[in-house]
């Protein structure tokens, strides 16, 4: 389950021009990179409750249901 998050997440910055990748042991962690920063923030899928839910640095948190909020997010972010 927390892979398919994660690759969702993927999706939505890559259509918004950043880069990322799969980190850690198993590949647990989304890394995703500004296109001309070169800035990069890894970010975590984790239960939370009856969901699941996305953590990025510097208190970033947001339910997975709203993955194309994080996405613009993290573009401001990292842009």
């Known amino acids: 389950m927390r892979r398919h998050?994660?690759?969702t997440l993927?999706?939505?910055v890559e259509a918004r021009g950043l880069g990322w990748r799969f980190v850690g042991?198993?590949?647990a962690l989304l890394g995703v990179r500004g296109p001309r920063t070169r800035h990069e923030i890894m970010v975590v899928a984790t239960?939370?409750?009856a969901g699941w839910s996305y953590l990025w640095p510097g208190g970033?948190?947001?339910d997975v249901t709203g993955v194309v909020q994080v996405a613009d997010?993290?573009?401001r972010l990292l842009t």
Do not use: T, Y
């Open 25 to 27: 042991p198993g590949e």
């Open 5 to 7: 998050h994660l690759a």
């Open 47 to 49: 239960p939370d409750g």
């Open 10 to 12: 993927a999706c939505e």
């Open 73 to 75: 997010q993290l573009v």
């Open 60 to 62: 970033g948190i947001a």
